[in-house]
DNA sequence: TATCTTGCTGACTAAATAGTCATTAAGAAT
DNA sequence: ATTCTTAATGACTATTTAGTCAGCAAGATA
């Protein structure tokens, strides 16, 4: 670029439409990795190459911004899940499997994982905001897994399970892998490979949900029935 | 107390000793809670019945309680188990069990558990804390499932495992626990039954571990072996 | 080209809070 | 009882940052 070509353009454009979602963008990149209180609003404004009075343009406060990005963060896409999966014609080992992987690239290996640490964090700071998340991501989330079981429970694939904590045990390792990927994985700690790690979570799982009778469980395990809500 | 006594009793004490500790400990709830930027000193003074002022006779600034609070809150109980699991008797199926629950109730349910959520929130902003916390605390507490699934192996009773990422999967849902309690279990979501959970998740993973050849698992799993440092 | 509308700026204000220190008084020493 | 030492106070300062707004200029309109 000439110097004279620099002098000529213009020192800011109009773009009223692109603004919102790129200071969106800015806050959810800083809110995740700084934590809401850290964050400066001349650093999103900064990071989304307007001023602070721009920012103040479109969203009316801090605060404002925060629910506003966490907000947009939660369109959900469970609702996709649910339908693919009803049409699923495979096994459920292999369905589960899907799943979790399927999971991982859409939702956890995305800003969407980031949300997650986000309102772990913030939870105490905003406990309305984190009542809501919990409801309309996680319980519906841990339906995905609670559908995948009761599944493989009904066609007779898996053994009959309790199903009060079981999806959560199933989801809790893949959730911890999108909270390293924001916390410890900044810091030096070796990156953890995806792939691997779920596909030995995602075995560990069809191992325990195919095992028979085994000596010296509790029992809880062995002896509570699972109540098969789904068809097949 | 009779308005004489009330009037007669000292506006304050001097307790030089149990200051720092009280300090430390309304310091390490509230940014448990709040998280550290969004905590007040003047909060933290307050709840440990103290000023301001008092807070700066016993730490430097803001960052130094901080970090004072963390490493004080790791104080490394490792070693203990350490100790404990070499002359541990029983199954490793039951060595595992011991382990997850002793975890639980020694650490996962004290204000331990609450660093756990602190440094995965703050690791962004403290890194080199944050990489102090995963090597002294995080990798030694793997080390812990390292050794209970080797011996498992060693002696037969667990099948042959990939031992790269088996130990976070282990964890994962013990952690998850951890993290919970000190963020959705704030805003109203239902409580989760430790002893229910955890006893659910060891089965799972005993059912894993001794399960024989399953069809359609992944070659990672069934063919990679254990290199087993652990003698029984 | 001249005019108008409005998206954008950045210096500004107000409020909050980390950090200081001269003063006070608890309680030990004499 | 008197004196001395120092733990503790709380009003203070300095700094940071959320939030404002009068003016500027991009670019649409005529």
């Known amino acids: 670029m000439s110097a004279l070509a620099k002098i000529m353009e213009p020192r800011w454009e109009r773009r009223k439409d692109a603004r919102p979602g790129e200071l969106a963008t800015a806050a959810l990149e800083l809110f995740i990795e700084r934590g809401f209180s850290a964050t400066r609003l001349d650093d999103v404004a900064k990071r989304a190459g307007v001023s602070k009075g721009t920012l103040y343009l479109y969203f009316d406060s801090k605060e ?12 959900s896409r469970i609702e996709d899940y649910e339908i693919f999966m009803r049409a699923y014609q495979g096994t459920s080992a292999e369905l589960l499997r899907d799943l979790v992987f399927s999971w991982w690239s859409q939702i956890g290996a995305t800003k969407l994982g980031g949300i997650a640490k986000l309102m772990m964090s913030e939870a105490g700071n905003f406990p309305a905001l984190a009542k809501f998340y919990h409801d309309e991501v996680i319980t519906r989330g841990m339906g995905l897994f609670v559908y995948v079981i009761e599944r493989g429970v009904a066609s007779g694939e898996f053994r009959s399970v309790p199903m009060e904590y079981l999806p959560r045990i199933c989801a809790a390792p893949v959730v911890m892998l999108m909270l390293w990927r924001h916390s410890f994985d900044l810091c030096g700690a070796k990156q953890i490979d995806a792939d691997v790690y779920l596909a030995m979570h995602t075995d560990m799982l069809i191992r325990a949900f195919k095992s028979g009778d085994i000596a010296g469980l509790t029992a809880t395990e062995t002896t509570a029935a699972a109540s098969p809500s789904v068809k097949i």
């Open 64 to 75: 404002a911004l925060f629910k506003s990005v966490i907000e947009d963060g939660i369109v």
